[in-house]
Nanobody, 124 residues
Framework: QVQLVESGGGLVQDGGSLRLSCAAS????????MAWFRQAPGKEREFVAH????????RYVESVKGRFTISRDNTKNTVYLQMNSLKPEDTAVYYC?????????????????WGQGTQVTVSS
């Protein structure tokens, strides 16, 4: 079993920045690929970003490309989501997720392990 704990959410103004962190425990972190999903009020949950187990490959939803950066530190069992140039439409609960495969998968069902979520609110 993998436990994921997110932190770093909060309230920020339009154009601001936040960095989310997700600390993992319970399984060899370097064998997991990690991702962030988000769910805005009244909307379906969507994929945001993914990083492979090695950290060498990343993938983003089109709407955050050039603004968000996902990274991981396998020595600290932590994955990060640096969010710059935030917009009101980025407001959502952000979830850290993991799967026991090294590479990317799109559907949220591919990720067996979920954190509790952290709220990000961007004010206009």
């Amino acid at each position: 079993q993998v436990q994921l704990v997110e932190s770093g959410g909060g309230l920020v103004q339009d154009g601001g920045s936040l960095r989310l962190s997700c600390a993992a425990s319970g399984r060899t972190f370097s064998s997991l690929s990690m991702a962030w999903f988000r769910q805005a009020p009244g909307k379906e949950r969507e994929f945001v970003a993914h990083v492979s187990a090695s950290g060498l490959t990343t993938r983003y939803v089109e709407s955050v490309k050039g603004r968000f950066t996902i990274s991981r530190d396998n020595t600290k069992n932590t994955v990060y989501l640096q969010m710059n140039s935030l917009k009101p439409e980025d407001t959502a609960v952000y979830y850290c997720v993991a799967r026991s495969r090294a590479v990317y998968a799109a559907p949220e069902g591919a990720y067996a392990h979920w954190g509790q979520g952290t709220q990000v609110t961007v004010s206009s």
